[in-house]
């Protein structure tokens, strides 16, 4: 099964929302939707990244981004931590 354009960018928009949700607790929530969409909008992402991020529960969501904040900040470590979690 392929992952489409609309279901990719749906899955952004819920981690969007969830980023603006946990911008309560650290201002730096979007540095998680910023890195994602760069990742996958570059085409740097696999086709199973992909699948595993548009599969992921979006109340989840959340706590990836916590988790991803816990850790090294920058987009290749937020990738990273993403990568682990999915």
Same mark, same amino acid.
């Given at each position: $099964?392929?992952?489409?354009?609309?279901?990719?960018?749906?899955?952004?928009? /819920?981690?969007?929302?969830?980023?603006?949700?946990?911008? /309560?607790?650290?201002?730096?929530?979007?540095? @998680?939707?910023?890195? @994602? &969409?760069?990742?996958? $909008? &570059?085409?740097?992402?696999?086709?199973?990244? /992909?699948?595993?991020?548009?599969?992921?529960?979006?109340?989840?969501?959340? /706590?990836?981004?916590?988790?991803?904040?816990?850790?090294?900040? &920058?987009?290749?470590?937020?990738?990273?931590?993403?990568?682990?979690?999915?």
């Amino acid at each position: $099964m392929t992952v489409s354009c609309f279901q990719i960018d749906d899955k952004l928009f /819920e981690l969007q929302k969830a980023c603006n949700r946990y911008k /309560e607790t650290d201002p730096l929530a979007n540095f @998680v939707l910023y890195a @994602v &969409s760069d990742y996958l $909008m &570059s085409n740097k992402a696999t086709r199973q990244f /992909e699948k595993d991020f548009v599969n992921y529960p979006t109340d989840k969501l959340e /706590e990836l981004i916590r988790k991803c904040l816990n850790g090294d900040r &920058s987009h290749d470590g937020i990738i990273k931590t993403i990568k682990k979690l999915i």
